[in-house]
């Protein structure tokens, strides 16, 4: 499978990402206060997703998901650092709907929604538009252009969250 993966280390081909003793995405959530969220999720994973979260590499199926996943951990940032993006290969990696993170933190306190949202998260039943890859490392095949345009992945992410709130996640 092909996957992205943009950060802000510039890696060379055959470059391993990671593992991290936590990462990037863990620590933002940590720092902005949802740290409750990431250890519900990891508390709840399912025996067959091979991958937790915390100390995860991340990656989309398109570069312009990449992108804005990477643009969405600077989101808060004074200064926004140099980004590269790269098409990663990785043996295994968890698959699960990214706009259910937001989800799950706009629903602490309400046990019945937050049990819901972490059940469709790694079991998803639904179809989701907007997916985020995640294992313990990945390999850099080559590095790519920056996406031009990420209207596409934009739409894609706020269909999610639409489908979501219809839904009741």
């Not at 092909?2 to 990462?23: N, Q, T, W």
């Not at 538009?129 to 996406?147: H, K, L, N, Q, S």
């Not at 934009?154 to 839904?167: M, P, V």
């Amino acid at each position: 499978m092909c996957l992205y993966h943009c950060s802000i280390e510039k890696y060379l081909p055959g470059a391993a990402i990671g593992p991290y003793p936590r990462s990037r995405f863990t620590e933002k959530q940590y720092r902005e206060g949802y740290e409750w969220a990431e250890r519900l999720l990891e508390q709840h994973r399912p025996a067959d997703q091979p991958y937790g979260r915390e100390n995860a590499v991340y990656a989309c199926d398109s570069a312009a998901n990449a992108a804005i996943f990477l643009e969405g951990e600077y989101r808060a940032a004074k200064t926004i650092p140099s980004f590269y993006c790269y098409e990663v290969k990785a043996d295994l990696v968890s698959r699960c709907p990214m706009a259910l993170i937001r989800s799950l933190e706009l629903a602490k306190g309400d046990d019945v929604r937050t049990k819901a949202i972490v059940a469709e998260y790694w079991t998803p039943t639904t179809r989701w538009r907007y997916w985020e890859y995640f294992g313990p490392a990945m390999t850099v095949v080559r590095d790519i252009r920056w996406p031009s345009d990420g209207t596409s992945a934009r739409i894609d992410y706020s269909a999610d969250r639409e489908l979501a709130t219809r839904l009741g996640l």
